[in-house]
């Protein structure tokens, strides 16, 4: 009987005459379909031989061609795509940190599919730098007399430390030794740029005079890193930015301050209590380095800026190259910070500015059309609630900041919190909700009001699938 299932397996060439396999051809290429309905009759054959396949499962060629959509189907959206994030954390590491404003967006459309001026000069004629767009954005938003993008903010302080302080002492107190997210360690950045760690103080407390006391004629900089994904508390004393300036004045060295975040507008009103980029310069920094996707807002990125002499030494070394940034993260830099110019627009602009700064009773009424939308639901078993959340602004960022914040929480009934979540995360546009206590909760902050719709099919769908189960 197997043998006779065996043979009775379709061919590749039969399965892609098939109406409902050509039809794929038209959203995928031929080559990938032909791919996967191989794969497909490749599986049967070994459910077959692992005897879970039988007569009474139905014909080769229905399962062949059922397979083989299914699989197709899922591979239609591609691997990175949009998600809906009903999680309330507003910079969401795993879900790509900040989303872009609606300028930087269209900025990137414009640069992605074109030529452009990235290194060109057009009123010249000649050669232009790649850093011009940005550049004077980033003095205005910041005071800088100078400045320069690349990758990150881990390339940030890998080309500053291996610019100024290679075969040198950089001193830094032992409160601010951080790790981020994993793999961004200062005392591993600092190692692979070539310039030595001298800690001074202790956990909680560094003084000034301690960095004094380690001052040395090796000493090539003092840095200082902002704490942004943990607090000391308690009995605790560091260095302020104005002292380490004086001190740096003295001894002829600058003074970096890796920020972190790059907030350029205060937010202390919303509880989010982060430095603001150009406060750094202005408090005594000699640079000031920080990234581009977290509460900036805007395209992943590292930004140096300061004095100009500094820059200049950093923009000529030769890992500049290795970390310049792409066409695309210019283009969406610069959407990003025209935004800027209008402080009180730039709260409405910036999505992630929004999503912080929304208020409480706004937040309220999008988690009850929610929750309307979800009862409404023809025929489910689903109850749902408006709930108070605590949410978070994230990506290593302003830890203590607790965002006051409103949810839709859904008891689905007979169905399980595992297939819910499942379910969600199913499809083209995967939802990332939060499960607690055997509920599904939408966190209103970081969603938009299109998306609550999205939502409300999903669980309509999740509701059919809870039926067929019972
Ligand atoms: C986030 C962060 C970094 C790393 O920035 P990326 O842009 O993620 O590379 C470095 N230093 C501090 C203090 C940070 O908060």
């Avoid at 430390?161 to 200062?186: D, N, Y």
């Avoid at 807002?297 to 940034?325: C, E, S, T, Y």
Wanted: aromatic residues 4%; glycine residues 10%.
């Amino acid at each position: 009987m197997k043998q006779e299932l065996l043979r009775n397996l379709p061919k590749v060439d039969e399965i892609i005459r098939d109406k409902r396999i050509e039809t794929l051809m038209e959203k995928l290429p031929r080559e990938k379909v032909v791919d996967i309905v191989r794969e497909s009759i490749n599986s049967l054959r070994t459910m077959i031989l692992e005897e879970k396949i039988t007569d009474e499962t139905g014909s080769g060629y229905e399962l062949a061609v059922s397979m083989s959509v299914m699989e197709a189907e899922s591979t239609i959206p591609g691997s990175l795509r949009p998600v809906i994030n009903a999680t309330g954390v507003v910079l969401h590491t795993n879900l790509g940190r900040a989303p872009l404003s609606e300028r930087a967006c269209e900025k990137v459309m414009s640069v992605a599919g074109n030529y452009s001026t990235l290194e060109y000069d057009p009123e010249k004629g000649e050669r232009g730098s790649r850093h011009s767009h940005v550049e004077g954005l980033i003095k205005k938003v910041t005071g800088a007399e100078a400045a320069l993008l690349v990758n990150n903010n881990a390339a940030a302080t890998m080309v500053v430390l291996a610019a100024l302080g290679k075969g040198r002492e950089i001193i830094v107190s032992r409160g601010e030794l951080v790790e981020i997210g994993g793999s961004f360690r200062i005392p591993d950045i600092m190692e692979e740029s070539g310039a030595h760690l001298r800690e001074v103080g202790t956990t909680n407390k560094t003084r000034i005079g301690d960095y004094e006391k380690a001052i040395n004629e090796n000493t090539g900089a003092l840095l200082k890193v902002h704490t942004s994904n943990y607090r000391v508390i308690g009995f605790t004393e560091e260095a302020s930015l104005s002292e380490l300036r004086a001190l740096g004045e003295k001894y002829g060295l600058p003074v970096i301050y890796d920020m972190g975040s790059g907030l350029m507008t205060d937010l202390s009103r919303w509880g989010v209590r982060e430095p603001v980029a150009g406060d750094g310069l202005r408090s005594g920094a000699d640079l000031v380095l920080f990234s581009g996707d977290k509460l900036l807002g805007g395209p992943q990125a590292g930004i140096i800026a300061g004095k100009k002499d500094l820059v200049d030494r950093i923009r000529n070394h030769p890992l500049m190259r290795a970390f310049r940034a792409d066409k695309m993260t210019f283009a969406a830099m610069e959407g990003t910070l025209e935004d800027y110019y209008d402080k009180e627009t730039a709260l409405e602009n910036i999505p992630v500015l929004r999503m912080i700064t929304e208020s409480y009773d706004s937040l309220c009424d999008r988690a009850l059309k929610l929750k309307v939308l979800i009862e409404d639901i023809p025929g489910s078993q689903f109850s749902a609630s408006v709930i108070d959340t605590d949410g978070a602004v994230g990506g290593g960022s302003a830890p203590d900041a607790v965002l006051r914040s409103s949810a839709c929480a859904v008891d689905c009934g007979n169905i399980s919190a595992e297939t819910a979540e499942r379910i969600l995360r199913s499809g083209a546009v995967p939802i990332v909700a939060i499960i607690r206590d055997g509920r599904v909760i939408f966190d209103v902050r970081t969603l938009k009001d299109e998306e609550l719709y999205v939502i409300r099919d999903k669980m309509a769908e999740l509701a059919s699938a809870g039926e067929k189960q019972a």
